[in-house]
Nanobody
Framework: VQLQASGGGLVQAGGSLRLSCAASGRTFSSYAMGWFRQAPGKEREFVAAITWSGVRTYYAASVKGRLTISRDNAKNTVYLQMHSLKPEDTAVYYC????????????????????WGQGTLVTVSS
């Protein structure tokens, strides 16, 4: 599966942004999806994940309540809606796909995700 992330940009603290990740290739609905981010000088970290069906989601503690992951299997797209953004949310955001055999959440570990998009930069100014 090929992934293309978009929607990044510059936003003021407290603002909102929605990232999209369009998938092509194999059947999108058979992949759990995740978002990760990498801030300057830091390691890549898990942000959120969603199951095939979209029924179950999981978030990093630092973003819970502010960021929402969702998906539209008819459009082969996963989203990350971001509200109440903080300067510490500044990072390159990556979408990733996990191919599993059941509709379960993968572990919040980048090694669980075999397919990655190219990343989209989110900059939050103070």
């Amino acid at each position: 599966v090929q992934l293309q992330a978009s929607g990044g940009g510059l936003v003021q603290a407290g603002g909102s942004l929605r990232l999209s990740c369009a998938a092509s290739g194999r059947t999108f609905s058979s992949y759990a999806m995740g978002w990760f981010r990498q801030a300057p000088g830091k390691e890549r970290e898990f942000v959120a994940a969603i199951t095939w069906s979209g029924v179950r989601t999981y978030y990093a503690a630092s973003v819970k309540g502010r960021l929402t992951i969702s998906r539209d299997n008819a459009k082969n797209t996963v989203y990350l809606q971001m509200h109440s953004l903080k300067p510490e949310d500044t990072a390159v955001y990556y979408c990733a796909a996990h191919e599993g055999i059941r509709d379960l959440l993968p572990s919040p570990n980048e090694y669980e995700f075999a397919y990655w998009g190219q990343g989209t930069l989110v900059t939050v100014s103070s």
